[in-house]
């Protein structure tokens, strides 16, 4: 069984900063996938930033250059933390933020949440102009 927990979050003026952090229990050994994405009232859920079972990371272009995916194992691999550093961050930053994660060293599309099993309960980000 796999748990998704995030922590980090909170509300930040414009320019700001912000780390999310994320812990992805589950078999030892077992490689993930695992993404951040983040929803706003009203909007779709949208990928934000991505890493697969080799450690590729990439972000789509809304927040390319300003988020930071890292990812730190655990020896027996059977906890990773995954944290995203958010910088210069806007308004339209606002969103509940979520962490994903899929038993799998690809998905074939890497911002569709569809392709994530296990899901954290979600972390609100606020950015205040």
């Known amino acids: 069984q796999v748990h998704v927990v995030e922590s980090g979050g909170g509300s930040v003026q414009s320019g700001g900063s912000l780390q999310l952090s994320c812990v992805v229990s589950g078999s030892p050994h077992q490689r993930y996938c695992m993404a951040w994405f983040r929803q706003a009232p009203g909007k779709e859920r949208e990928g934000v930033a991505h890493i697969d079972g080799n450690g590729n990371v990439v972000y789509p272009d809304s927040v390319n250059g300003r988020f930071t995916l890292s990812l730190v194992d655990a020896k027996d691999d059977a906890k990773h933390m995954l944290t995203l550093q958010m910088g210069r961050l806007r308004p339209e930053d606002t969103a509940m933020y979520y962490c994903?994660?899929?038993?799998?060293?690809?998905?074939?599309?890497?911002?569709?949440?569809?392709?994530?099993?296990?899901w954290g309960q979600g972390t609100q980000v606020t950015v205040s102009s």
């Open positions: 994903a994660a899929e038993p799998s060293y690809y998905v074939g599309a890497k911002f569709s949440r569809t392709k994530y099993t296990d």
